[in-house]
């Protein structure tokens, strides 16, 4: 879910941006402020390199290094 | 000519660079945006810049230039873009082009000694569209009024002359209009990546026949060259901005401690690492052979301009997620430079075209689509 879903919310909100062009490179504006705050979903609450490395030992059973 | 660069070219690189690295480190583009300064760029090393010949280094000798060709001019902004320097060298380029073939000497002259700015009004919408132009120029006795918006006028705020796009009665023309014209309403844009902009309105703006730039009805050809140099300039720009970020990221990863091993050592990191260094260096020939082009009057200059900025756009979009992502939570602070530039290169990505636009026209000009 969060592996995927933070992925999803940064395409998306760059995706705002390029069609909101200079509209959305303001700051204070909506699709700003999405697209600055997008890059924490992967990185926060157990980065999504974290998620993987549990995906692939608990979901698929893959051994250690 | 051939992909590498040559030894001149080596030469200048290492002159700019020096004299970036002395005048316009990070911390001052920085210090300039804290500072809340309206106008957004640093006069003093515009001024040493057009001095050491480098605010405009492409402009042919027969129009008073150095003729250094465009090839230098976007290794400069490349170097620019590795340290983020604030200076209106991409707006002097597109009005430079402008005012070539002897149209507008008198303008030209002082815009290549670096005395005054001009930029090029030209968008109407949030999103690049340079050929749906609702400003019109009504003939007023001798001369002309010309009213409309333009948004997104690069170098606006501090710009003396405003060259602007308008339809007449015989089609697509340009006009140099002096910013302080009655009439003219400059409002400022707060821009993600802090550089200068603005939008500008004309309300009944008069003008006398002499501000036209070469005849009128015959702007499009002058623009669609402008965008062409533009693209490149600007693709060049992201291409510094891109390798910096990956320098720096590399750099972490060879420092950073995480599970009490240096997180450059784990596979799956170096693995992106190296996929990013793959496609940096793919967008690095794709540049200089855009660059190449623009020199040599290659029939396919257009369409490698558009590919030039389409490919550095992407590269740059990702490759900066990546920097952010693997710089971790720091990545995201404003204390690291890496904010700064994601920031710059989402903003000149989508300036003339992001990769979105530039891959339809592409496919317009390849494959008649």
Request: hydrophobic residues 45%; proline residues 4%; contains cysteine.
């Given at each position: 879910m969060k592996l995927v879903?933070t992925?999803?919310i940064r395409?998306?909100?760059?995706l705002?941006?390029s069609?909101?062009?200079?509209d959305?490179?303001?700051?204070g504006?909506d699709?700003?402020?999405d697209?600055l ?7 926060g609450?157990g980065s999504?390199e ?7 030992k608990?979901?698929?059973d893959l051994?250690e290094? | ?10 030469l ?11 005048a ?6 920085r210090a300039l945006r804290?500072s809340?300064?309206?106008?957004r760029?640093?006069p003093d090393?515009?001024?040493e810049?057009a001095?050491s ?5 492409q402009?042919p ?7 250094m060709?465009?090839?230098?001019a976007?290794?400069i ?7 983020l320097?604030?200076?209106p060298?991409?707006?002097?380029a597109?009005a ?19 005395d005054?700015?001009v930029?090029?009004a ?5 999103r690049?569209?340079?050929t ?6 009504e003939r007023?006795g001798g001369g ?5 918006t ?15 796009s ?5 089609d697509?023309?340009?006009?140099q209009?002096?910013s302080d014209a ?8 707060d ?8 939008d500008?309105?004309f ?9 036209v730039i070469?005849?009128?009805?015959e702007a499009a050809g ?5 965008l062409d ?10 291409l ?5 970020a990956?320098?720096r ?6 420092e950073?401690e995480?599970?009490?091993r ?7 990191l ?5 996929r990013?260094f793959?496609?940096l260096?793919l967008?690095r020939?794709?540049?200089l052979?855009?660059l190449r082009?623009?020199?040599e009057?290659d029939?396919?200059t257009t369409?490698?301009?558009s590919?030039a ?8 979009r990702?490759?900066?997620n990546?920097?952010i992502q ?6 995201v ?5 890496i904010?700064l ?8 990505g989508d300036?003339l075209?992001?990769d ?7 496919a ?6």
């Amino acid at each position: 879910m969060k592996l995927v879903g933070t992925e999803f919310i940064r395409t998306q909100a760059e995706l705002t941006m390029s069609l909101t062009g200079v509209d959305g490179l303001m700051w204070g504006s909506d699709p700003a402020f999405d697209w600055l705050h997008a890059p924490i979903g992967p990185i926060g609450g157990g980065s999504n390199e974290i998620q993987l490395n549990i995906l692939a030992k608990r979901a698929l059973d893959l051994p250690e290094a | 000519m051939t992909l590498v660069l040559t030894e001149e070219e080596i030469l200048l690189v290492d002159a700019v660079r020096a004299l970036l690295a002395r005048a316009a480190p990070v911390p001052k583009f920085r210090a300039l945006r804290d500072s809340g300064d309206p106008r957004r760029y640093d006069p003093d090393l515009w001024r040493e810049l057009a001095v050491s010949g480098f605010s405009a280094p492409q402009i042919p000798e027969s129009a008073g230039g150095l003729g250094m060709g465009y090839t230098a001019a976007g290794l400069i902004a490349e170097e620019m873009g590795r340290v983020l320097a604030a200076s209106p060298f991409h707006s002097t380029a597109l009005a430079a082009e402008l005012m070539l073939d002897g149209a507008k000497a008198d303008t030209l002259a002082p815009l290549i000694a670096g005395d005054i700015i001009v930029a090029v009004a030209l968008d109407e919408g949030a999103r690049h569209a340079p050929t749906s132009i609702a400003t019109r120029a009504e003939r007023d006795g001798g001369g002309f009024r010309i009213s409309g918006t333009k948004r997104r006028v690069v170098d606006g705020g501090i710009a003396d002359t405003l060259i602007v796009s308008a339809t007449t009665a015989e089609d697509a023309s340009l006009f140099q209009v002096p910013s302080d014209a009655p009439g003219v309403e400059i409002r400022p844009l707060d821009l993600l990546d802090g550089r200068n902009a603005a939008d500008v309105t004309f309300d009944n703006v008069v003008l006398g026949s002499e501000a036209v730039i070469g005849a009128p009805g015959e702007a499009a050809g002058r623009i669609a060259r402008m965008l062409d140099v533009g693209n490149v300039l600007l693709a060049c720009e992201l291409l510094g901005i891109t390798q910096e970020a990956f320098d720096r990221t590399i750099a972490f990863l060879k420092e950073r401690e995480q599970f009490s091993r240096r997180i450059g050592s784990f596979q799956a990191l170096q693995h992106r690492a190296a996929r990013l260094f793959c496609a940096l260096e793919l967008a690095r020939g794709v540049a200089l052979k855009a660059l190449r082009a623009l020199d040599e009057a290659d029939p396919a200059t257009t369409q490698l301009a558009s590919l030039a900025k389409a490919v550095l756009t992407r590269t740059a979009r990702e490759t900066l997620n990546e920097a952010i992502q693997m710089h971790g939570g720091i990545g995201v602070t404003d204390e690291l430079d890496i904010g700064l530039f994601f920031k710059r290169a989402r903003a000149i990505g989508d300036w003339l075209g992001d990769d979105y636009y530039h891959r339809e026209r592409l496919a317009k000009i390849v494959w008649g689509m």
